[in-house]
């Protein structure tokens, strides 16, 4: 791991500036593909985030081995700080898919992180239709736990605790 990028995982912000200030390259990855920006967003530094952003030739929309962005890791664990500093960057796609297929806004729902997810939904994130669950999340925006319970019986889709989460979480949001 290069220093730039320990430095940014571990949230130290001086040394991250004056390894900005000698030229430290933003774009270098880890052994896992996650460059600077992935790391700190993952750990929610965002005032590395923001120092990261500025850099010119920084990619928000880098991703790691796993095809996941700086995004996806903020939005699965809640790091609203990050989330807003990256989703209003329009370098940043926020509806970008991992190699799994799965866009932010499933991450943050599958994590249960109801205010990250409203976030997301109010920033025009949405979930594709690769994964198992976009169907189902979709619909569940808009219906109430009974209506969704009734739909699920009649398609024949086992619910479970998962899927009957985002139900109740959209119910809330509603």
């Known amino acids: 791991m290069d220093t730039l990028n320990s430095a940014s995982d571990s949230g130290h912000i001086e040394v991250v500036k004056l390894l900005l200030e000698h030229g430290a390259d933003v774009t270098v990855a880890n052994s896992y593909g996650s460059t600077p920006l992935i790391r700190a967003s993952s750990h929610g530094h965002d005032k590395i985030v923001g120092l990261l952003l ?6 928000p929309q880098s991703s790691d081995a ?8 903020a939005a699965a664990k809640g ?3 990050v989330i807003e500093l990256l989703i209003t960057d329009e370098r940043l796609d ?12 499933t991450w943050a729902s599958q994590k249960s992180q109801d205010f990250t997810v409203n976030l997301l939904v109010q ?7 690769n994964d198992r669950y976009s169907f189902f999340f979709q619909i569940a925006m808009f219906m109430t736990q009974k209506a969704f319970e009734d739909v699920a019986a009649i398609m024949h889709f086992e619910i479970d605790d998962f899927t009957l989460g985002l139900v109740e979480l959209f119910e809330e949001i509603n």
């Open 66 to 73: 796993n095809g996941r962005t700086a995004l996806s890791w």
């Open 79 to 81: 790091h609203e700080t």
């Open 94 to 105: 926020g509806n970008s898919q991992d190699h799994a297929g799965l866009a932010p806004l």
């Open 54 to 59: 500025a850099q010119q030739n920084v990619d």
């Open 123 to 129: 920033h025009g994130c949405f979930i594709h239709g």
